[in-house]
């Protein structure tokens, strides 16, 4: 019995992970398409609603909490992203000390996507020194990735094959 609850919690935890990574790099991937987009946006005004006017540290980057609301195709949106591939890298530090600078109220320039428009960023163009960073940590991305994601990839494929073989030869006995 014990050995059993071990093994599920054991099973739920890989399958875990491997959504996790899944998540993880649909997000990596989502940016990185807007990011190769970020041309076509369009040019909007936006209003901060919530700022701490504070460049911080969080782990190897800084950040900035900032909250703005914009009007794409006669809706209101907000949005706190600042800019592409903010995720793996965050923003430049030049950019988000100027950006701390603006209070609530304050209206600055930003983009939308003209895909989606409750997509918005402040700064719209990418450093070519982000892209070659990430297009070298594709591969090791997606190697760690794999890595971690086929433990509870197999866990899965093997509970299904499992179950379609025993109803497929429950249901050729009767």
Known sequence: MIKTIIQFVWNMFWVSVSLTVLFINLMLFTDAA???TGPLWVPI???IIATDELVSQARYRPYLDITYE???NGQ???SKKICFLEL???CARDQLDELAKYEVGDF???HSSPFLPQAAVIVHRTEASRWVAFIISLPITLLGSWIAFLPG???IKRKYH???NHLSSASSSQ
Do not use: C, D, E, K
Request: net charge positive.
């Open 34 to 36: 807007m990011a190769l």
């Open 45 to 47: 005004r936006a209003r």
């Open 70 to 72: 914009y009007y794409a």
């Open 76 to 78: 209101r949106y907000t």
């Open 88 to 90: 793996p890298f965050g």
């Open 108 to 110: 600055l320039s930003a």
């Open 153 to 155: 990839w197999q866990i």
């Open 162 to 164: 499992g179950n379609s």
